[in-house]
């Protein structure tokens, strides 16, 4: 898997500026992790002002992410904590 990383970046970014709507992004999100072996991807857009709300666009089971929005858990997931205080997107 490590080693055909970089092919499946190379495809995924192929892919991601080939799509037009959020379907093409789910699919080129769900093809990217499943060829890294992955069963489930989430892709979390937080809102610019505060009454915003967050855009989920993942294949997680629509149960779990309504809770997920509706509970507000991206104030406390840690993923998400880490990529607001630190790191670059690529």
Do not use: H
């Given at each position: 898997?490590?080693?055909?990383?970089?092919?499946?970046?190379?495809?995924?970014?192929?892919?991601?500026?080939?799509?037009?709507?959020?379907?093409?992004?789910?699919?080129?999100?769900?093809?990217?992790?499943?060829?890294?072996?992955l069963i489930?991807?989430?892709?979390?857009?937080?809102?610019?002002?505060?009454?915003?709300?967050?855009?989920?666009?993942?294949?997680?089971?629509?149960?779990?992410?309504?809770?997920y929005l509706?509970?507000?858990?991206?104030?406390?997931?840690?993923?998400?904590?880490?990529?607001?205080?630190?790191?670059?997107?690529f």
């Open positions: 898997m490590t080693r055909d990383m970089p092919l499946v970046f190379e495809t995924f970014l192929e892919r991601l500026s080939q799509s037009v709507d959020e379907a093409d992004f789910r699919d080129a999100m769900a093809e990217a992790a499943g060829r890294l072996d489930f991807f989430a892709y979390l857009s937080l809102p610019a002002r505060p009454s915003g709300k967050p855009r989920l666009i993942s294949n997680y089971p629509p149960r779990w992410t309504r809770q509706e509970n507000q858990y991206e104030k406390l997931d840690p993923v998400v904590l880490r990529a607001r205080n630190g790191g670059c997107p």
